[in-house]
Structures are given as structure tokens and as C-alpha cells.
């Protein structure tokens, strides 16, 4: 299965109107810390992968997630396997991590108002230290259908699929460091 996305920083404020528009359901505002992991023998940022925990906050509950992204498989748009599973204590997996070697590298922090749009999910992030940004987003075991429905999707709202930007927070971030 794969996490077929597009992502394009805008600003939100005409955004939420548009999604509005096209029937896009709100289904709420998540919080989310991301501490992204250093492998031991392999340079993540070089094989474009990724071992995260990330710690969720909602108005009504706390979770946290282990999360490792492989390599990116489409040029047009940000797809990859995804693996990910729960985690019930996120202090004592990040302490089995680094016990095991693994150091933090960096920490991503953003705010999440996602939507859904029939199979897709859409998502306005304010990411801290970056900005504002939409993500369309679907799980498929097909990238071009999926992808092309992400475009399809991205054009409703007025917005250029072209200025997709293909890179993690993560890897802006560190970019802008």
C-alpha cells in the first residue's frame, strides 16, 4: 500500500471557503510533534527514508505512532511506503530506540485541520518555522489513479498541482537551517 500525496504551500484563509465549495467534510484539528530518528549505519537523508515517533493531540485524546517511510516511488508527486503502528508509551519506545542506537535528529511540530473529500484526505498544516501548507493525501495500491485524482482535486480548489513540492517538513526544515 502506498501514501499517494501532493503537497503545495498556501496560504489558508481563502482555502477553508474553497474547500467549502466542494463539499469537503471537516473532520477535525489534530496537534502533532514529530521527533525523526538517525540510523545507525545508514544516512536516512541520503536513502530518503524516514523512522519517526509521532505524538498526536486532539481535543479528546493523546496517541502516539511509529511510523518508518521509505524511499519516494513517483516523480510527479510524494509517494512512498508507509509502515506505521501504534505505540503505548512513546517515552519508553523513544528509550528502546536510542538504547538501540538510534538518535533523535530533529523534531518537526505542526497544526492539522484535515477534511475529507471522498477518498481523499486534505489537509491544512501550519507547520512551526515553515508556514502554511495543503497536503491531498490517499492510501492506494495504484499511484497514477490516485495521483490523478489528487491533481483533479488540487485544480477544484484553484490551486497549480505544478507548484507541488515534493520534499518532507523535515527535509524543509533542514533546508532552512
Known sequence: MYEVELKLRVE???????LATIDAKPVGTV??????????TRNFAE??????????TTDSEKKAKLTY?????????????????????EEIMA?????????????VEKTRERFRCGEYT????????LGEFIE???EAEKIDPAR???VELLERLDLDPDQGIRRSYLGLLLDAE
Open 31 to 40: 496537534t502533532q510533534v514529530d521527533t525523526y530518528y538517525n540510523h545507525l
Open 148 to 150: 490523478e485524482g489528487a
Open 69 to 89: 517511510k521509505g524511499p519516494l516511488v513517483d516523480a510527479d508527486s510524494k509517494t512512498r511506503e508507509e509502515l506505521e503502528t501504534s505505540v503505548g508509551d
Open 136 to 138: 491531498v493525501e490517499t
Open 12 to 18: 489558508h484563509q481563502d482555502l477553508r471557503e474553497r
Open 95 to 107: 528509550a528502546i530506540l536510542e538504547s538501540v542506537g538510534f538518535d533523535p535528529a530533529a523534531t
Open 122 to 129: 486534505v489537509t491544512l498544516d501550519s507547520v512551526t518555522g
Open 47 to 56: 536513502t530518503d527514508e524516514a523512522l519517526r515517533i509521532r505524538r498526536e
